[in-house]
């Protein structure tokens, strides 16, 4: 699966370059076989460091490797997937917020959309 899309890539980058703003989400990768969401704002100029909200566990805002999860491989092959039918819809202070409440960022989604946000 394609990880990033030209304009996925396009806006993250365009938000890396803005300093001090409350991006909302451009994209979700997901673990399909269990723990490992990851919900990304940012991307550096180096198109590999993203920077966003993980959850391998705990909610936590920072950064991680691109090509780091490009290359986990799960059982029967499979890798990290983008989550196709993602949009974000809020900031990711909200996100943050929302699942440090709930305690995943599973969670948070399912409140957030429930709660007619969005």
Known sequence: MILLTASQRAQLLANGRQADTDDIPVVKFFNPFGAG???ATELDEDGDIMFGLADIG???????SLNELRSIRLPFGIGIERDLLFT??????????????TGSIRDAECMLYRSGFG
């Open 37 to 39: 969401v990851w919900l």
């Open 58 to 64: 705990y909610p936590e805002l920072g950064s991680w």
């Open 88 to 101: 974000g819809d809020f900031p990711i202070s909200v996100w943050a917020e929302t699942a440090r409440e």
